[in-house]
């Protein structure tokens, strides 16, 4: 879902209250990831039960390190193409859109519209790699670029561009560094036990999220 770019953190002192992250001017808040991850738990349940399969046990951990990650990447992507006056085609943007609808209409009500919000800011962030890179491409003499070497083209571009921004995050969710968000906790303390170290882990295992309060467990 970069290449390289600028701050890690030690400790919360620098951002906004209530911001999981803050990217130049921009805040994306607590409140923001938790509404992604419960979506996101969700639909990798859905998703499983819809195939036959039994629902995953997940800790919302990984989850709200997976939706500050989706958050994170499109904000950049939003911002790189704001800087060089490159927009999403929104006519591809609704198409994403439609064609997950099958899927998001399976999710809770409530958290459709948090999934759709999502899932634009993502498809938007990624269509604007894309134009950038296959722009950045047709200038070396390579037209027609496929998707995948115009986003790895637009990712190198972006990470020339991190460089001039700050961002910072919340080390509750992990570490930036290099233009790049590291998932896990930036504490320093090291877990010795088994318990701990289990918890460490974005997808710890099924037993042990088995014994997590309902709070910390996707459901």
């Given at each position: 879902?970069?290449?390289?770019?600028?701050?890690?953190?030690?400790?919360?002192?620098?951002?906004?209250?209530?911001?999981?992250?803050?990217?130049?001017?921009?805040?994306?808040?607590?409140d923001e990831v938790d509404d992604v991850a419960m979506a996101l738990c969700s639909a990798n349940i859905t998703g499983a039960e819809a195939q036959g399969q039994p629902a995953p046990d997940l800790a919302t951990r990984g989850a709200r390190e997976g939706a500050l990650q989706v958050l994170l990447e499109s904000e950049l992507s939003r911002q790189f193409g704001e800087e060089l006056d490159v927009d999403a085609d929104e006519r591809l943007v609704s198409q994403a859109l439609a064609d997950n609808e099958p899927n998001v209409v399976l999710l809770p009500e409530d958290q459709r519209d948090d999934f759709r919000s999502a899932l634009t800011?993502?498809?938007?962030?990624?269509?604007?790699?894309?134009?950038?890179?296959?722009?950045?491409?047709?200038?070396?003499?390579?037209?027609?670029?496929?998707?995948?070497?115009?986003?790895?083209?637009?990712?190198?571009?972006?990470?020339?561009?991190?460089?001039?921004?700050?961002?910072?995050?919340?080390?509750?969710?992990?570490?930036?560094?290099?233009?790049?968000?590291?998932?896990?906790?930036?504490?320093?303390?090291?877990?010795a036990s088994d318990a701990g170290r289990a918890s460490a882990k974005a997808s710890p295992g099924p037993d042990f999220v088995a014994g997590l309060p309902a709070s910390q467990r996707c459901s």
């Open positions: 879902m970069a290449a390289a770019a600028m701050v890690a953190l030690t400790g919360c002192a620098s951002l906004h209250p209530g911001a999981a992250a803050v990217v130049d001017t921009s805040t994306i808040s607590h800011k993502y498809a938007g962030g990624q269509l604007i790699l894309i134009e950038i890179g296959r722009q950045s491409l047709a200038d070396q003499g390579q037209s027609e670029a496929p998707d995948d070497q115009a986003i790895a083209e637009g990712l190198r571009l972006r990470g020339e561009f991190v460089e001039s921004i700050d961002v910072e995050v919340d080390p509750r969710y992990g570490t930036f560094a290099k233009g790049t968000f590291e998932a896990g906790s930036a504490a320093l303390s090291v877990p």
